[in-house]
């Protein structure tokens, strides 16, 4: 039995080479209204983030939490709000693609799915921009508890199909009645320890503007800016404010 993950909130920015650096880390992506808030709070088991209300100022930023022995998790801000106007939407794009491509430590991005309607084309152009560019990443399948249970079989293989991976490539989870949470929380630690990073994905990724074709373009920086070690302590704010998932 995997015991809750102790996430603790550590810093958000909108820059990977801001960030502390960390020994291990794993990544949350999804589409907005997917279920993410409320997964990482089964995750974590905390009752008084349940209620997945957003931070304002957190919602459109890299969250990172502590997880404890110097390893850490990453909420990237959800995709496909079709409200944001095309400068914020480009802006987003350079940090997520930016962190994906950048961030070393980086040993899994968990890409959430919904698992009652589906991959949307969105997840399935994201999931093929993961691919191409051999970054780690596990389809979670969420919101179990709405798929019928006379229609799971056939929905496990169409969300597969879908989103192109094997059948038990996919983790199905449920925030809401807990199915797959203990499961979802065994494999990240083990993610978390195996610490592996993303095969030669520096040597093999091009990120140039010009190239086009994923979900948008990175701009590359340095590393002069990245600041210390993640230790598990928070930065700033008085360390019992909760942090509310966005
Ligand atoms: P986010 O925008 O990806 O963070 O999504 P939220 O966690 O805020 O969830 C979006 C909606 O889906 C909310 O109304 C949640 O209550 C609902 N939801 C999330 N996970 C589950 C689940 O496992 N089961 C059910 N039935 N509803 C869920």
Redesign the pocket.
């Known amino acids: 039995m995997s015991a809750p993950l102790r996430f603790e909130f550590v810093t958000s920015g909108d820059d990977v080479f801001r960030l502390p650096e960390t020994r291990a880390e794993v990544a949350f992506l ?13 995750l974590a088991n905390h009752k008084r983030l349940a209620h ?1 209300s ?1 931070t304002p100022g957190r919602t459109q930023l890299l969250n990172l939490f502590a997880l404890g022995n110097g390893t850490t998790a990453v909420d990237l801000p ?1 995709y496909g709000f079709a409200a944001v106007p095309g400068r914020t939407r480009s802006g987003w794009q350079q940090m997520i693609e930016g962190y994906l491509l950048e961030r070393e430590a980086l040993a899994m991005v968990l890409v ?1 799915v919904d698992g ?1 309607i589906g991959p949307t084309k969105l997840d399935v152009s994201m999931l093929a921009w993961l691919q191409a560019h051999d970054l780690p990443h596990t389809v979670v399948a ?5 798929v019928k249970s006379s229609k799971r079989g056939v929905r496990r293989h169409e969300v597969a199909a879908g989103c192109n991976v094997a059948l038990d490539d996919v983790v199905w ?5 807990g ?1 797959g949470i203990e499961k979802l929380r065994g494999l990240i630690l083990g993610w978390l320890a195996s610490g592996a990073r993303r095969p030669g994905a520096r040597a093999t990724v091009d990120a140039s503007p010009q190239r086009g074709g994923g979900p948008g373009t990175v701009a590359r920086g340095g590393d002069e800016h990245r600041e210390g070690q993640v230790d598990g302590h928070r930065e700033g704010d008085n360390p019992d404010d909760e942090h509310e ?2």
Not at 173 to 177: H, I, L, P, Q
Request: a positive charge.
């Open positions: 999804g589409r907005s209204n997917v279920g993410k808030s409320s997964l990482l709070n089964a997945t957003k959800g959430l009652e969420s919101k179990y508890d709405k989870v449920s925030a809401a009645k199915d998932w966005n």
